[in-house]
């Protein structure tokens, strides 16, 4: 069996190893290009949403490699990515691939259905071995997050901004070749005392944007089109709402081991705006929103794919806190139409706006 | 004399403005681009030379060749389309809170309020509220688009055209012909269309106030300009040099980099002496085949773009 | 005097207009609604909603604004679940802050939250809401309730009763039933069917029984319960023999549509002997358009048949 999954940021560094540990053979697909994209679209039904169709340009390219598995989240709605994995399946045995699709339901508080899965992948196996997968996947998610908020925090700062990615992609190559938690540990420090070591002007003060919105596009460079070194290398201070522990601690830890006192401020200081959770990250864009402008960010740009359903809801609703809290907040959305030109203008614009909204307010 | 020149060099057209310490225009250029940035900018610069006798101190890009334009002239501010309409349309008309841009490829509104812009949009893939979208049927009806507006003003019942999409209000436009509609009332029928396309894709959801300033190509468009106020409720103001706004803000921008920095990078009019041509190839350092853009000043690559990673950032 | 309360004529109105009705009424409200859709309610909406919305939620956004002037409450509960383990849409779930956050001035909306996805009898709770906000006690909220309920049922026993037995051919309709019974939106698609001679089966029409048939086909248990409606009608009809085509009715923007509508036209691939067709409808569907594509479809039926 030789098992693949699809791409979103860094996840495939904690998700490979997480497999291997398992006893897997692992086939991880090829880095997304524009022809993962490409594949996607053409296949997939023309008004899904955007990761949909960046997925299935994954598998097939980690089929035609032999991928013989493929591992997916599932969900029990209401968005649609809970029924990404029934379409996806459809959609390459009509394409005629010969594979087996394993869906990762998440788990409702109940740890039965989690051994189910696993045991379909690798059958029966020590529970410790489960464990130390497990703990090894979970530190390499921790260590790819801290360098990337390293990276964010440090860029806007650097005499030479552009040095800032390539030693956060020096530290990824880092962390995917280590091979025990010791060694990410490690590694991790070395590309900290890195950052730190890079010159940097003190006396700059950057404007500071918060990024919003569902998660794929926020976590993955090549549909937000790199935002977060776009921004940075403008000079701007870039923090991310979310982060792909998140994700994984939403999808792959039972319920009841959840910590979620961030998650209930989030809910907290949406409230008045919007009460109700309404799937995928719409609520937490709107309630992320406020946090950032009680924390006193310039700005706020809500990413999402086109026809994304919580995140209209929210684009819908973010106007008003806009103008009740005075933070501009950005809406973009992303599929395969957008063009690299007139996604730099907004954001140079959007740029433009805080740095003058911000200067006449300290002459004030 | 100092002047400021600014230049807007779009997709459609490449305006060039010059103005004086106050802020006024001296002199405006406004000619074809013809998918030819680089031809387009060094035949400006030649024409606009001859016309004024003043020091240029300072010189600032905007559209969407404004890195381009940006190397070749040796600008000192190079900004987004944007932030340039915005700036000429508060310097022309103190106190303006909104922005109506229609050109030719691309489209905008830009919210303003106390001289900062704190909402803007832009069309997005679609040319339904766009400039374009009027050659097209103008062309179809055989009529120049100059007088596209006036014959609008004349008509006595628009007709209602239906279409988020340029295609679908062809076709719905042909149809209205094939009833017998006269037409005045088809071209009042576009305009309203254009308006309502305009309003409901590029400035859903925003606030929009007077004062408003209407610029950009189809400005020039009475029977749009009567459309917006019809729509709106508002006056609608369209500047005396509303084709060469985004010029006009590039320079007052030019103006501001320079008090600030102390000099201009400006390589001067003899710029045009060089000669510059533009190259390109495909990476095929990976399956995302990026278009990287060499710009030559003679025999040696000056700057380039295009890829997505840094292999070939530097020069 | 008899509060007004208004009902957008748009979204769960074409599924509960007749047990919400019966339900104010009882509550002494005089119930206002919005009217059938047309061009103004459809460009107001357009006008109000994000570029992105789907044609659903512009076109509710448009009803509201007709009735924000003429209703002292307008009724747009929160619709997050009406089936156990399943929801409607994320947008039904924000509707009334979409509503709030799109449109200035308007009457206080009456924004009960409808959640019934752990237990059915949620509702109570719900209704009682309800009858806080309009000063009603217990009981006669628990009256109106069961006059709702009871219009509902009757209502629903109606449309399956309706027959044809006239009619030459038999096409089913899937799609939502505020697409297919919005008649604008829909222009008049079922009508255009009948005058054509076809008797048309929707959804709607179908016996709790045969949609379990239907249903038994899916392979995982689908949590939106619209596009499960329109999954389990789908097998039903694909299996039916008196069935001699479909027609399905998507909505531009849908989310759900968009996978679902996809599964059933893949599965319709891999059969014969039905005739099968999507129509994406949106605000700018040109009914000469329909018109001759319904034709073309009958005609192919016909063909077929002789």
Known sequence: MKVTFPHMGTMSIPVKSMLKELGLEVVVPPPITKKTLDLGVKHSPEFACLPLKMNVGNYIEALEQGADTILMGGGVGPCRFGYYGEVQEEILEDLGYDFEMIILEPLQGDWKELFKTIKLLVGNIAITKIKSAWQKGWAKAKAVDQLNRIANQTRSYLINRYRASEVYERGLKLIRQAETIEEVETKVGLIEEEFNNLERDEDFEPLKVGLVGEIYVVLEPFTNLQIEKKLGEKGVLVDKSIYLTDWMEGHLFPSFLKRDQEGKKVKEVAQPYLNHFVGGHGLESVGETVLYSQKGYDGVVQLFPFTCMPEIIAESILPTVSRDLNIPVLSLTMDEHTGEAGYVTRLEAFIDLLERKSRKEKVI | MKGYMGVDVGSVSTNIAIINEEQEVIEKLYLRTEGQPIKAIKKGLMEIKDRVDCEISGVGTTGSARQLAGVIIGADTVKNEITAHAVAASTVVPGVQTVLEIGGQDSK???????????????????????????????????????????????????????????????????????GHNVEDIIAGLSEALVKNYLNNVAQGKEILGPIVFQGGVAANEGIKVAFEEELGLEVVVPEYYDVMGAIGSAVLAQEAVNEKGRTDFKGFNTTDFNYHASSFECEGCPNSCEVINIHQGDEVIARWGSKCPKWEAV | MNKRVGIPQALFYHRYSPAWKAFFTELDCKVVESGQSNKEVIDAGVKLAPDEACLPVKLFLGHVKKLQNQVDYLFIPRVVSIENKEYICPKFMGLP???????????????????????????????????????????????????????????????????????????????????????????????????????VVTPEMLTPQAMRVGLSNLSKDMFWTLGKKMMGAAHYFFSNQEIDGIIQLTAFGCGPDSLVGEMIEREAKKRDGQAFMTLNLDEHTGEAGLVTRLEAFVDMIQWEGV
């Not at chain 3, 959640?115 to 009898?121: I, M, R, V, W």
């Open chain 3, 97 to 199: 802050d979409m509503v709030r956050y799109s449109i200035n001035d308007l009457p206080p909306i009456i924004d009960t939250t409808i959640d019934l996805k752990t237990k059915k009898s949620n509702l109570v709770k719900s209704v009682l809401e309800v009858g806080e906000v309009l000063d009603k006690g217990y009981w006669q909220v628990s009256k109106a309730c069961w006059k709702g309920w009871r219009a509902l049922k009757k209502h629903r026993e109606r449309l399956r009763e309706a027959k044809d037995d006239d009619a030459q051919y038999k096409i089913a309709i899937l799609g939502h039933e505020y697409i297919i019974y919005d008649s604008h939106i829909s222009m008049n698609l079922v009508e255009k069917l009948k005058e054509m001679g076809v008797e």
């Open chain 2, 109 to 179: 509104i830009i919210v303003l309020r106390d001289g900062v812009v704190v909402d803007f949009g832009m069309n997005t893939v679609c040319a339904a509220g766009t400039g374009s979208f009027l050659d097209q049927q103008a062309s179809r009806l055989n009529i120049s688009i100059e007088e596209f507006g006036g014959l609008a003003l004349q008509a006595n019942a628009p007709v209602r055209i239906a279409g988020r999409c340029s295609v679908f209000a062809e076709s719905d436009m042909i149809h209205k012909q094939q009833l």
